[in-house]
């Protein structure tokens, strides 16, 4: 039962981990002697930065392997009901399956940037804010929200959930521009509310933009609270779909 989705999300994971892998080797490979710092140049690098990274190269995995549920409609269906477990309990461990994968990636994403600073001895610079623990939370939900909206929008459908998918990013992109846009009192309003629930909303809001200072008053706990929200969320409404399919 299990062994099914493993295969599935390995198919996307390896070929992320292998893309890391490599960005991280050569990295490492560069001389420090290439690499000149002043004397008394002391560079400060955030761990937040790795924490970034490792988001986003999570949440575009969760974007692909989000449509688990979307791929077990597609021809076989009949077969996956006649397991001996309910469908909710079925669903749930397919999903649990692609939470750890993300999970996984996004560590190994954060691994991979700390082994380049420590490979060239700048171990020392690392910065660790007061509010570290919360950015790398909110960043861990990042992806998270994505696969829920990821599974929210293609619970019940079959071929076609790659593409919902995907054009997820775009459209949550052009609703942040549209909200900016000098639009009429009611449009704003309701980009206002359907950017509610955009994680981009959540994910980018330190860049200083008077979107997100406008939308909600954020600090990285509530971020990543409402991240977690957009996943739970998303997962619910995926489920409910998934559940009143038939074969």
Not at 58 to 86: K, Q, Y
Not at 93 to 103: F, Q, S
Not at 202 to 208: C, P, R
Request: hydrophobic fraction near 60%; charged fraction near 10%; charge should be neutral.
């Amino acid at each position: 039962m299990y062994y099914k989705e493993i295969l599935r999300v390995g198919k996307s994971f390896v070929p992320f981990v292998g893309t890391l892998a490599a960005i991280a080797l050569l990295c490492i490979a560069i001389p420090n002697s290439s690499i000149s710092l002043g004397a008394n140049v002391h560079p400060q690098i955030p761990i937040v930065f790795f924490f970034i990274i490792a988001g986003i190269s999570a949440a575009i995995l969760a974007t692909i392997i989000g449509t688990s549920l979307a791929a077990e409609n597609d021809d076989h269906l009949e077969v996956v009901w006649t397991l001996p477990a309910s469908r909710l309990a079925y669903a749930l461990r397919v999903m649990a399956v692609d939470v750890l994968g993300i999970i996984l990636l996004f560590a190994f994403a954060v691994l991979a940037g700390l082994a380049i600073i420590y490979a060239h001895g700048f171990g020392r610079y690392l910065v660790f804010d007061q509010d570290s623990g919360g950015q790398l939370l909110r960043f861990l939900a990042y992806p998270l929200a994505w696969f829920g909206v990821s599974q929210a929008l293609t619970a019940s459908l079959r071929s076609k959930a790659p593409l919902y998918a995907g054009l997820a990013w775009p459209v949550a992109i052009v609703l942040l521009l549209l909200y900016e846009a000098p639009l009429t009192t009611p449009l704003h309003m309701i980009l206002k509310v359907m950017n509610l629930i955009n994680p981009l909303v959540y994910g980018s809001y330190a860049s200083g933009t008077s979107v997100t200072a406008e939308l909600l008053t954020l600090n990285a706990l509530v971020a990543a609270g409402a991240l977690l929200a957009l996943w739970l969320a998303g997962s619910g409404v995926a489920l409910a779909e998934w559940r009143r399919l038939q074969a």
